[in-house]
């Protein structure tokens, strides 16, 4: 059974990078797509992008010019890097492991990390 | 940007049954799209109950089912339990050269 754990600071000051790895045990980084989602407080989920373990990226065009999701295999890892961060980028954060042919669109978010509160204020 | 819509709020009595649904506001929701039901209960992670439109996990309960229904994408459940209680996601993927996927914005569930 596949676990995800992610890890990071919990509190980012606005104009700042918000840094987050997911370290991925009991299963190999390798032929899956590795995803992030966040929800702020009291709100609903929301799809930041994912990568897959060779390395290739999407992500939601609403965040695109801020994001960047980085792979490192022999780590069994990957992290998030969110830029110019302001008090609307607090959330909980999660990482998932996706189930995903791009040829079919066949889609299965299958295990998620617990989640980690990222804050940013001053 | 694509909104994926839901019913904010839904109440059913437990043995009751209960459809949510989830559109697109780029049109009819189909197979396409491969949508997704996830369930939250409060502090918890969101877990997949549903995905490929009707297929389920190995701990999703016989009681729920997923379908497509009047062009929405649409949960089911079918004997509802009080550990039902809980907030329900849609999700649908939007291919292209940019593959992205779009959550609805959720649907609270009351068992009374």
């Known amino acids: 059974q596949v676990q995800l754990q992610e890890s990071g600071p919990g509190l980012v000051k606005p104009s700042e990078t918000l840094s987050l790895t997911c370290t991925v045990s009991?299963?190999?980084?390798?032929?899956?797509?590795w995803s992030w989602i966040r929800q702020p407080p009291g709100k609903g989920l929301e799809w930041i992008g994912y990568i897959y373990y060779s390395g290739s990226t999407s992500y939601n065009p609403s965040l695109k010019s801020r994001v960047t999701i980085s792979v490192a295999t022999s780590k069994n890892q990957f992290s998030l890097r969110l830029s110019s961060v302001t008090a609307a980028d607090t959330a909980v954060y999660y990482c998932?492991?996706?189930?995903?042919?791009?040829?079919?669109?066949?889609?299965?978010?299958?295990?998620w990390g617990q989640g980690t509160l990222v804050t940013v204020s001053s | 940007q694509t909104v994926v819509t839901q019913e904010p709020s839904l109440t059913v009595s437990p043995g009751g049954t209960v459809t949510l649904t989830c559109a697109s506001s780029s049109g009819a929701v189909t197979s396409v799209y491969t949508p997704s039901w996830l369930q939250q209960k409060p502090g918890q992670a969101p877990r997949t109950l549903i995905y490929s439109t009707n297929k389920k996990q190995p701990w999703t309960p016989a009681r729920f089912s997923g379908s497509l229904l009047g062009g929405k994408a649409a949960l089911t459940l079918s004997g509802v339990q009080p550990e039902d209680e809980a907030d329900y996601f849609c999700l649908l993927y939007y291919g292209g050269a940019q593959p992205n996927w779009v959550f609805g914005g959720g649907t609270k569930l009351t068992v009374l």
């Open positions: 998932a492991r996706v189930n995903y042919d791009s040829l079919t669109g066949y889609t299965d978010f299958d295990s």
């Open positions: 009991g299963g190999s980084i390798n032929s899956y797509y």
